[in-house]
């Protein structure tokens, strides 16, 4: 069992950073693969972010590509998502999502454990 928590949200200005950290609980943290998600008012939640449990590996959806960074330090059990040049279409709330193992999942039915999610606002 794997429990998130996520933080670090709140108002930026267009073209500002802000950097969202989940936290997570439990002693397994480094053999889970984490993903990070968003879903904006009124639209389905989307793939944002994925890192492999080792850390070697990481895969972006093309919106943030270039952007965004996802990072993990698994001595703090902890999962990063480094967001910059942020713009207001990447207002939403934030999850952060833990699998077991090591597979590309970029699909959120593929998760077995999240977040509650943090607000994220891109004021133009």
């Known amino acids: 069992q794997v429990q998130l928590v996520e933080s670090g949200g709140g108002l930026v200005q267009a073209g500002g950073s802000v950097r969202l950290s989940c936290a997570a609980s439990g002693r397994t943290f480094s053999r889970y693969s984490m993903g990070w998600f968003r879903q904006a008012p009124g639209k389905e939640r989307e793939f944002v972010a994925w890192?492999?449990?080792?850390?070697?590996?990481?895969y972006y959806a093309d919106s943030v590509k270039g952007r965004f960074t996802i990072s993990r330090d698994n001595a703090k059990n902890t999962v990063y998502l480094q967001m910059n040049s942020l713009k207001p279409e990447d207002t939403a709330v934030y999850y952060c999502?833990?699998?077991?193992?090591?597979?590309?999942?970029?699909?959120?039915?593929?998760?077995?454990?999240w977040g509650q999610g943090t607000q994220v606002t891109v004021s133009s």
């Open positions: 890192m492999k449990w080792s850390g070697d590996t990481t």
């Open positions: 999502a833990a699998r077991l193992g090591g597979g590309e999942w970029l699909a959120d039915r593929e998760y077995d454990y």
